[in-house]
């Protein structure tokens, strides 16, 4: 298991919407916005951890750059994470 470069707790719903394939919204840092179905996690082989999203190509976006994430999937188990 890998150390959590956010709380753990935030990282889980990270995990929980790439297990459902939710359709997500997410907000970067720089305000940026980047709307796809969450696929999965990784880490690189430097340690940083990234969100691999489909956009209809797939994205890593590294989640040090998330600023929220807004689940667009109906009857969600979430809503909406800030992070």
């Given at each position: 298991?890998?150390?959590?470069?956010?709380?753990?707790?935030?990282?889980?719903?990270?995990?929980?919407?790439c297990?459902?394939?939710?359709?997500?919204?997410?907000?970067?840092?720089?305000?940026?916005?980047?709307?796809?179905?969450?696929?999965?996690?990784?880490?690189?082989?430097?340690?940083r951890?990234?969100?691999?999203?489909?956009?209809?190509?797939?994205?890593?976006?590294?989640l040090?750059?998330l600023?929220?994430?807004?689940?667009?999937?109906p009857?969600?188990?979430f809503?909406?994470?800030?992070?």
């Amino acid at each position: 298991m890998t150390p959590c470069s956010m709380s753990c707790d935030l990282h889980d719903y990270l995990e929980i919407a790439c297990m459902y394939g939710y359709s997500v919204k997410l907000t970067l840092r720089d305000n940026q916005t980047l709307e796809g179905k969450a696929l999965d996690t990784m880490t690189s082989a430097d340690k940083r951890e990234y969100l691999v999203i489909d956009t209809g190509q797939k994205q890593q976006i590294e989640l040090g750059q998330l600023k929220k994430l807004q689940v667009l999937t109906p009857n969600p188990k979430f809503t909406e994470v800030v992070f």
